[in-house]
């Protein structure tokens, strides 16, 4: 063995020894001194002492049998029916415990009586409690995994009497699966309950992308999911037949009517990167996976899911869990980078973009989601397995509780650096393996728990609601098992006796309550699938009576709303399976209520539409057709530590009449390689490509903003094209912009000698007559300078000296706004009278900025954004209007940053902050990003990344652990940190910038235009009620892979309500639904449509959005 071998194993191998002892008592403690929600239950009290313990040995463990930690699941529900849920467990190496509830949190073992221990060498998972055979007794039925060939689930069917028969085979469901969850639904709307049973098959763990691409393009059925279908009582595997044959590794699934159309749909969520499934319900027993066209990314190592209405607008939203640290120690030194080449070819072979994260889809309604998991905040959670949405204070907000956990850090860098090379060396021998095993650290972790604010944002609260309890917890349940109102708590923990946690909220004033037991007819006793409404003084609250949730477990079947102070419900609507509606009015509170299905009112549902959107969208109606297509350009490999990609900043687009023919034309910009295209419209609401070789001439140019203006006076309208990008070197004259000059008839010549020979990557560009000679000058703005971020660069003022024909722009800068010289990245510009003096003054945004104003004083320009109380606002800024949106007589600012939805967070206290300098002294520039956790500053890369870019760094911390724990200033020194180029954004959030007094006041804007980045918008008086309203789009999807893409946009109506305030119209209602990376929107009027709006995207076609008589 070599010394570095030697060098790194003994300090690896110290490093593990000294890790902490795992505790096997549960810490109850809480760290704040506050009054808590729940309490746990001892075991003394509860009875139950169920514990699911792991036996490792030579022959069985991690090492052989990865599966090992996957924990069991628990369900509750009233096997006898005597009023009380009871309890059952399950274990994988163990037996399982049914607990029979006898009262005020007494529990009774019955498992040996009752017949449900499980078989002798079967590994269970997960468990649903459900009414297979339709005799109103709950039966139990089982999942089952584990080594060996002698697996099948198990069908418990409840005897009535508290003893259960095994009858999986009679039933036809005795699946020989990896089985970790299952569950029963009605997929046909047929009366009866149906069997979704979700495998993991082994052959899966931990494989490359090849692996998984071949598989997920060719199952086979015996290591797919199955669904079983009802017919009769017994049940036929319709696998194949419904189009639900797949490959995943399956460990959740939820089940709800996503969209809306009377058919139970199927989230399926899967570990690795085997993508998830998103089955849409076709209505003929049939499913069609539409996960990419509902969703913009998933969770990457998906764990347990749930399904409800998070925020009360009558949409499921859905939860799913992942395995990503929940602080800067445990980011670092447990998890792994992300391999960039790696992603991407994941994503070409068609899989999905996934990341390493909990993740929070919003349902619009529009058939898609957006996932907002980072503004909700409850992102990281740990190595987490079972998400439940419920409402935890009974104040009519479904709060989220996330169990955490796994007995081993197998995923630790420094355990596996040295594992790796100890095996490659031959020293690690397969008698050795359970050895190794137990050299793994082992931390005990608490839970999580989160309330919900109602306002798209969580809270996290796990001591104040006293589950705090440290261990590895895995399935989890909630009931009402002592019949007080609220719901209680039930874990399952690995190596550690599972625990009942008592909800004391219906203690507390203002925590009333309603309970809905539902008595259905037909072959479906307990209603499952049936929509729930309720509604009280303006208010309402959805749920969907499905039982399995979670992770491997299932909840008692009763509807359960909390409704804080309200004395009484003014109605509850069901919506029973097959189409039944019933409604009921004047419900007293705090009681349960049993609800028959009556045989009236059996009508169909169909899907509801909404016939007063106010906009529709549509592709334009181009010859040739036209659609952006971005080249691919490795910018990370350029400049490693970059935060986002460079390259991607178009498509340009400008609209004006350029024939003089009274209809709107366009000229929409192409990237590297791909010419723009001008296009003239015609009297059919389509638009001619004009087929000029000038187009086809530039297009090695990157087009990233262009403007119509008539350059030289002669009453036509010329086009001016910014080039940007990051491809080329810096000082490449594919950097210069171009001038096309219009002959009057829409046909345009190259002018190559009016403009200045300006190498700058540019961003934007407006016109304005500064200088009140009667044309129209330039301010060209400059984005980057290319290969080396975050470093500024110059932006320009160009005068128009045009004459006599002679095109001519003179680059009067240093003359008028020397300030402008390396002002920044420039995103977007604005001319505007901001004082009032009847001067156009300059205001402009950019990346690491803050809004700047520069003041027009006699002809010269200086920055008084201090003045007007501004340069605190820095951020990414992308796009900004001006405009009085509070009718109070000045100017206001609209602009658009990153959004509260992105990994990265800034704020005045804890900035987001960014190093340039050449660290190593290798000669080029390193990028160092820092941010803030737990209030210490620190690299926001890991070990591994940062080395790529500052090699010495693996020398200076040999292992992860040390990095881990390293600030900011210990990995760089102070000294080098202090000499850097350094920028601090303080503020993330899409804002108005109300004028008050000449001093600018930020106003962020509504959550829901928080959720993604905003790249452009039209601001105008859209209802006609005197008050500007906001039409805006974005989204970024050329993040680094580690920085999930901020993709959760799809374009927002906001209408002004006076004030500079602003309400957020749903997208059901607006009809806006634009998908993908937003660059530009400008105001198009089309033959027989005014006021349309023409829409560009990087990457993709053209929309227009029209509004709706």
């Known amino acids: 063995m070599t010394f570095k071998y030697l060098y790194l194993v003994i300090i690896l191998s110290c490093i593990l020894s000294c890790k902490d002892k795992t505790a096997y008592t549960a810490n109850n403690a809480p760290t704040e001194n506050v009054i808590q929600n729940f309490e746990a239950v001892s075991a003394d009290t509860s009875g139950i002492r169920f514990l699911n313990k792991t036996q490792e040995s030579q022959n069985f463990n991690y090492l052989i049998y990865p599966f090992i930690y996957f924990g069991g699941g628990v369900s509750t529900g009233d096997i006898n029916n005597d009023g009380l849920p009871d309890i059952y467990f399950t274990g994988q190496m163990g037996k399982n415990k049914l607990y029979l509830n006898k009262g005020n949190m007494s529990f009774q073992d019955i498992t040996v009586t009752a017949g449900v221990e499980g078989v002798y060498n079967h590994w269970t998972t997960g468990t649903t409690m459900a009414d297979v055979n339709n005799d109103g007794f709950l039966d139990i039925y089982v999942s089952v995994a584990g080594p060996g060939n002698s697996r099948k689930n198990l069908l418990y069917v409840n005897n009535q009497n508290n003893t259960f028969s095994e009858q999986a085979l009679k039933f036809g469901v005795a699946d020989k699966g990896h089985s970790i969850q299952s569950a029963f639904f009605d997929y046909d709307n047929d009366g009866d309950l149906d069997l979704y049973v979700g495998n993991y098959p082994p052959s899966g763990f931990n494989q490359k992308n090849d692996f998984f691409e071949k598989h997920m393009k060719q199952p086979n059925l015996e290591e797919s999911d199955k669904l079983y279908r009802n017919d009769n009582g017994r049940f036929t595997d319709v696998t194949l037949a419904s189009g639900i044959l797949n490959y995943g590794l399956t460990l959740g699934i939820s089940f709800s009517d996503f969209n809306n159309d009377g058919n139970v749909d199927i989230y399926v969520s899967n570990d690795f990167n085997s993508s998830d499934f998103l089955y849409i319900n076709q209505g003929d027993g049939t499913f069609k996976n539409k996960l990419q066209q509902y969703t913009m990314h998933t969770s990457n190592f998906g764990m347990g899911t749930d399904a409800a209405d998070m925020n009360n607008d009558g949409l499921i939203d859905l939860v799913q869990l992942d395995m990503m640290g929940s602080n800067n120690e445990d980011q670092k030194s447990n998890m792994s980078a992300m391999n960039t080449e790696l992603f991407y070819d994941l994503v070409d072979k068609g899989l999905h973009h996934q990341y390493m994260k909990n993740t929070l889809q919003l349902n619009t309604g529009m058939d898609n989601f957006i996932e907002i998991g980072e503004m909700a905040g409850i992102n990281y959670t740990d190595w987490s397995w079972c998400p439940l949405l419920f409402d935890m204070q009974n104040n009519g907000f479904k709060d989220l509780f996330v169990t955490n956990g796994m007995r081993r850090d197998v995923n630790n860098n420094d355990y596996n650096a040295l594992f790796r090379v100890q095996k490659a060396y031959g020293k690690v021998k397969l008698e050795e393996y359970v050895d190794w095993v137990k050299r793994m650290p082992s931390t005990p972790v608490p839970n999580f728990a989160f309330s919900n604010n109602g306002d798209l944002t969580f809270e996290k609260k796990t001591s104040a609601y006293g589950l705090s309890v440290e261990g590895f917890s895995n399935g989890a349940s909630y009931a009402d098992l002592d019949l007080d109102g609220d719901l209680d708590l039930v874990v399952n923990h690995l190596d550690m006796t599972s625990q009942v946690f008592e909800n004391k909220i219906s203690t507390k004033s203002g925590s009333n309550y309603l309970r809905l037991k539902l008595k259905g007819k037909e072959d479906n006793c307990f209603g499952i699938g049936s929509k729930i409404w309720i509604y009280n003084n303006g208010e309402k609250q959805l749920v969907e009576l499905q039982t399995t949730r979670g992770y491997e477990s299932s909840v008692e079947p009763i509807v359960h709303f909390g409704i804080g102070s309200h004395q009484k419900i003014d109605s509850i609507q069901v919506f029973w399976p097959k189409g039944g509606i019933q409604t009921l009015y004047d419900i007293e509170a705090n009681q349960l209520v049993e609800i028959k299905q009556e045989s009236r009112n059996q009508v169909q ?505």
Request: aromatic share 10%; proline share 4%.
């Open 605 to 1109: 549902l169909i899907k509801e539409v909404n016939p007063k959107v106010l906009f529709s969208s549509a592709e334009p109606d181009l010859s040739p057709k036209f659609i952006h297509i971005e080249n691919d350009f490795k910018d990370f490999q350029r400049e490693v530590l970059l935060p986002h990609k460079m390259s991607q900043q178009g498509p340009a687009l400008a609209v004006k009449d350029v024939n003089g023919d009274g209809l709107d034309d366009f000229y929409v910009g192409g990237a590297k390689n791909q010419p723009g295209q001008l296009y003239l419209q015609n009297n059919e609401n389509s638009f001619d490509g004009v087929l000029d070789d000038i187009w086809q001439l530039d297009k090695a140019y990157e087009d990233v903003s262009a403007i119509f203006f008539d350059v030289d006076n002669d009453g036509d309208i010329d086009l001016y094209v910014a080039s940007g990008g990051n491809e080329n070197n810096e000082g490449d004259q594919l950097y210069q912009d171009r001038l096309y000059i219009n002959d009057g008839t829409g046909e345009f010549k190259k002018d190559t000698n009016g403009l200045p020979k300006l190498y700058t990557s540019s961003s934007v560009v407006k016109s304005v007559d500064i200088d009140d000679d009667g044309d129209l000058d330039l301010f060209v703005g400059g984005r980057q300078t290319p290969g080396k971020y975050p470093l500024p660069t110059n932006s320009y003022i160009l005068r128009n000296d045009s004459k006599d024909n002679l095109i001519k722009f003179t680059d009067i800068t240093n003359d008028i706004a020397p300030e402008l010289t390396n002002i920044g990245m420039v995103t977007d510009a604005e001319w505007a009278d901001i004082n009032k003096d009847g001067k156009q003054d300059l205001v402009i945004v950019g990346e690491w900025m803050a809004p700047t104003i520069f003041i027009n004083s006699n002809g010269k320009f200086t920055d008084k954004s201090t003045v007007y109380g501004l340069t605190n606002f820095v951020g990414w800024w992308n796009t900004i209007k001006i405009a009085d949106v509070d009718n109070d007589g000045d100017l206001d600012f609209i602009a658009g940053n990153i959004g509260l939805n992105y990994k990265y967070k800034a704020s005045a206290k804890e900035p987001f902050k960014i190093y340039a300098e050449d660290f190593d002294d290798n000669g080029s520039l390193d990028i160092v990003l820092g941010y803030y956790s737990e209030g210490e500053l620190y690299p926001l890369r890991g070990r591994q990344c940062s080395s790529q870019q500052i090699p010495s760094i693996k020398k200076k911390f040999p292992d992860y652990s040390s990095f881990s724990k390293a600030s900011l200033t210990e990995v760089y020194t102070p000294e080098k940190l202090n000499d850097a180029l350094t920028y601090e954004a303080k503020t993330f959030a899409n804002s108005i910038f109300m004028n008050q007094s000449s001093t600018f006041i930020q106003k962020p804007l509504p959550y829901a235009a928080q959720t993604s980045s905003i790249n452009d918008m039209i601001i105008e008086d859209i209802d006609n009620d005197g008050v500007l309203d906001i039409v805006l789009a974005g989204n970024l999807y050329g993040s680094e892979v580690e920085t999930p893409r901020n993709d959760a946009s799809i374009g927002y109506l906001l209408t002004g309500i006076g004030n500079g305030e602003f309400h957020t119209v749903s997208p059901i209602e607006s009809g806006i639904n634009i998908l993908g990376e937003v660059r530009s929107i400008k105001t198009i009027n089309l033959a027989d449509k005014k006021g349309s709006y023409l829409i560009a995207r990087n990457n993709m076609n053209l929309l227009v959005l029209n509004k709706n008589k």
